[in-house]
C-alpha cells in the first residue's frame, strides 16, 4: 500500500518533530553515556598505552556523542550529523572506547530514516556512513607501507563489518518509517469508510422514512378524499328540512380538499419522477405474490396461516407487508441457508407475524443489517410503531434469527 505524503505527513510520526521531549528519549543516552564511561575505565585500565585516569576531554566527547541521541525524534537529521561529526573526532583522538559510539550511530541512522521526512535525509545518512568508513579506508591505505598485512586485512574486515553494520540501522529506519505510515494510511482509511458507513446509514434510514412518508401520504390523502366526497354526496342528498348542515358537510368537503393539497405540497417536492408510480399499494392480499417471487429468487420460503382473516387499518396492513418483505429479503442475503418460514396468525386482538430463517454463524448474529444502522429494522420499527404495533429482532437460541411483529386490528364503526 503506497502512502499519500500529504494525508501520511498529517498522520504519522513525522509530528513526533512537534511533540515535547518524552522521559523515554532520555534513558537510550543516558545508558549508552554511563556504559560508555564505564567501558572507557576499563578499557584504560586495560590497556598498557593508555593512562590509568580517565581525561576530562574523553569524558565531554563521549557526551556530544551520545547525549544529543535525546533529541533523535525531533531533529533526526541535525542530531545524526552531531552524531557523526563528533564520533570522528572520537576516532581521532583515540578515545578508547568504540561500542557505545558505534551504537550510538547506529540509533542516530535509524532515527533519521524513521522520523526524518526531509528530503536530503537519504544524502546526509550516506554521509554518515561513507565520510567514517572512507577515513578509515584512507588511514589504511596512506599507512600500507608501514602496517603488516594481518593489521591491513582486520582493517578491511572492520570496516566492512561495521559498513553492514551501520547500513542494517538505515533498513531498519526504513522499514520503520513504512511501516508507521501504513499504519497511518490504513488508520486513515478505516476511519473515511466509519464516516461513509456512517453516511450511507442515514441517507438509507431517510429514504426509508421518506417512503414510508409517501406511503402514509397516499393512505391518508385516499381516505381524506373520500370523505370530501362522502360530505359532497350528503350535502346534494338533504332533504329540504336538513339544510341547516349543509354548510357544516361543505366545510368538511373543502377541508378535506385543503388538506389533500396541503400533504401533496408537503410529501410532493420530497418524490423524483421514479419514485411515482400507479400501482397499488402491497398488502397481505398479495404476500402470495411476495412469497412466489422470492421462491424464483432462489430463497426456500414456507407460509403458515392460522386463524380467520380480519380486517387491518391500511396503514397497519401495508406495514405488515412491508415486514415480512423486509425479513425475507434479508433472510436471502444473509442467511447461512436460503430457506425460511412465515407465519400469519389471526389472533383475537392482534395479528402476529413471525418470520425464522437460519442464523449465519459466521456474520455473528445472521442477518447484519437487522441489527446494524442500515434502513431494514428501522424502518420495520417506525412503519409498526406508526401503525400502533410492536416488532422485536434478533437471533434465537435454537439458530435462528427471528422477525416477530403484532399488529392491532381495524377498529369496527
Not at 142 to 166: G, H, K, M, R, W
Not at 310 to 323: G, N, S
Amino acid at each position: 500500500m503506497r502512502c499519500i505524503p500529504n494525508r501520511c505527513h498529517n498522520l504519522s510520526v513525522v509530528s513526533a518533530e512537534r511533540q515535547p521531549l518524552r522521559f523515554s528519549d532520555l534513558l537510550p543516552p543516558a545508558f549508552l553515556f554511563a556504559f560508555g564511561w564505564m567501558a572507557e575505565i576499563v578499557n584504560r585500565s586495560a590497556l598498557p598505552e593508555f593512562a590509568d585516569e580517565v581525561p576530562a576531554s574523553d569524558v565531554a566527547l563521549l557526551a556530544v556523542t551520545i547525549l544529543p541521541l535525546a533529541f533523535r525524534r525531533r531533529f533526526p537529521l541535525t542530531v545524526l550529523s552531531i552524531v557523526t561529526a563528533a564520533f570522528l573526532v572520537t576516532r581521532f583522538a583515540e578515545v578508547p572506547e568504540f561500542t557505545s559510539t558505534s551504537l550510538t550511530l547506529f540509533i542516530a541512522l535509524f532515527a533519521a530514516g524513521a522520523y526524518s521526512r526531509h528530503r536530503m535525509r537519504d544524502w546526509v545518512r550516506g554521509a554518515a556512513i561513507g565520510v567514517p568508513m572512507g577515513t578509515v579506508i584512507w588511514g589504511v591505505a596512506t599507512s600500507q607501507p608501514d602496517l603488516p598485512d594481518n593489521i591491513a586485512l582486520y582493517s578491511v574486515f572492520s570496516v566492512v563489518i561495521n559498513s553492514a553494520f551501520f547500513v542494517a540501522g538505515w533498513l531498519m529506519g526504513d522499514l520503520w518509517r513504512k511501516r508507521t505510515e501504513d499504519q497511518a494510511e490504513l488508520a486513515r482509511r478505516a476511519e473515511m469508510l466509519e464516516r461513509q458507513a456512517d453516511q450511507l446509514a442515514e441517507q438509507a434510514v431517510a429514504s426509508e422514512r421518506l417512503r414510508i412518508a409517501q406511503e402514509l401520504h397516499d393512505v391518508v390523502a385516499h381516505h381524506v378524499s373520500v370523505m370530501g366526497v362522502q360530505a359532497a354526496a350528503a350535502r346534494r342528498s338533504l332533504p329540504p328540512e336538513a339544510q341547516a348542515v349543509a354548510p357544516l358537510l361543505e366545510s368538511i368537503e373543502e377541508g378535506g380538499r385543503r388538506a389533500v393539497a396541503e400533504m401533496g405540497r408537503l410529501v410532493g417536492f420530497l418524490r423524483s419522477s421514479e419514485d411515482r408510480s400507479t400501482d397499488p399499494q402491497p398488502t397481505l392480499e398479495r404476500v402470495d405474490e411476495l412469497v412466489e417471487s422470492m421462491r424464483a429468487s432462489g430463497l426456500g420460503v414456507e407460509l403458515h396461516r392460522v386463524g380467520r382473516p380480519r380486517r387491518l387499518d391500511t396503514a397497519a396492513d401495508l406495514a405488515a407487508y412491508r415486514v415480512i418483505q423486509e425479513a425475507l429479503t434479508n433472510a436471502l442475503k444473509h442467511g447461512s441457508r436460503p430457506e425460511a418460514v412465515v407465519e400469519i396468525t389471526y389472533l383475537v386482538d392482534e395479528l402476529s407475524i413471525r418470520v425464522r430463517n437460519p442464523l449465519d454463524v459466521r456474520s455473528g448474529n445472521g442477518n447484519g443489517r437487522f441489527a446494524g444502522n442500515g434502513r431494514g429494522l428501522v424502518g420495520m420499527r417506525e412503519r409498526v410503531s406508526l401503525s400502533g404495533g410492536r416488532i422485536e429482532a434478533g437471533p434465537r437460541g435454537d439458530g435462528y434469527f427471528e422477525v416477530s411483529a403484532t399488529l392491532p386490528y381495524e377498529e369496527a364503526e
